[in-house]
């Protein structure tokens, strides 16, 4: 297990503010779903936790340590990070992505990486080459690239938006059920999957973090209306909490 937190960060692009004056702290365990309006900071905010962004400001640490003090390799074997967007420079097959993704642990047994290909159902699409996958299968040789060496401490971008129903709800599920043994932090952009499935919910605006608490809790945070700038109806059943939005007039 690993905590992992951000102090004071600031990210400036031109003369964009990206993050703005940023704290969090996260872990050693637990699903949190990070949600927000477009352009929110959500996708900035995780590619600088996963040292791959460098911020205009502030620290992050990992485990007490500054994140930026260790080598791209050690923080790849405790970080594990899913991109929204990945375009491998190699036409390489769905087999060898995974076995690529299974290189950073060099623990990681030729079992463990057939368990992760059968889990996201890719037997069927082992031998073909990205080129020819379509998106939902992307998303699941991606998600199968990062969870094979299964990370203390993962940073997933939207990955479940270009899959199926069915396949969106496993996702969903999947990441969140990490959180019972370590650390899984998720830019969600279905709402009642947010609220469904994470423990805690953390809402950004506009770089800044409007909102933090237990998924519980939060549900019923009109703050929540604020970020998004609508009206949310809260809806409860048996088979999980939804929001309706409706335009705010007034």
Do not use: C
């Not at 779903?33 to 936790?49: D, F, I, M």
């Not at 375009?87 to 047994?109: F, M, N, Y």
């Not at 609220?195 to 805690?200: G, I, L, Q, S, V």
């Not at 209306?225 to 048996?238: L, P």
């Amino acid at each position: 297990m690993s905590t992992l937190s951000a102090r004071q960060l600031v990210v400036r692009r031109g003369g964009a503010r990206l993050l703005d004056d940023l704290s969090l702290a996260l872990g050693p365990a637990g699903s949190v779903a990070l949600v927000g309006p477009n352009g929110a900071g959500k996708s900035t905010l995780l590619r600088t936790l996963a040292g791959l962004d460098q911020p205009t400001s502030g620290a992050i640490e990992l485990d007490g340590g500054a994140l930026s003090a260790l080598a791209a390799a050690v923080r790849a074997r405790h970080i594990g990070y899913l991109p929204q967007h990945f375009e491998p420079h190699w036409d390489l097959t769905a087999r060898q992505l995974v076995d690529i993704g299974a290189q950073r642990v060099p623990e990681v047994s030729a079992a463990a990486i057939g368990a992760i290909m059968a889990k996201y159902e890719l037997a069927d699409v082992a031998d073909r080459r990205w080129s020819t996958l379509s998106g939902g299968e992307r998303a699941r040789v991606l998600l199968s690239m990062v969870l094979v060496s299964d990370p203390p401490v993962l940073l997933a971008d939207e990955p479940a938006a270009s899959l199926d129903i069915r396949h969106r709800l496993e996702v969903a599920a999947a990441l969140a059920a990490r959180g019972r043994a370590g650390l899984s932090i998720v830019v969600v952009h279905d709402l009642d999957l947010a609220f469904r499935f994470f423990d805690r919910v953390v809402v950004m605006q506009a770089g800044r973090i409007v909102a933090d608490g237990p998924a519980d809790e939060l549900f019923a945070d009109k703050r929540l209306d604020a970020a998004f700038s609508v009206n949310f109806e809260r809806v409860v059943t048996e088979s999980g909490r939804s929001l309706v939005a409706s335009e705010r007039r007034g």
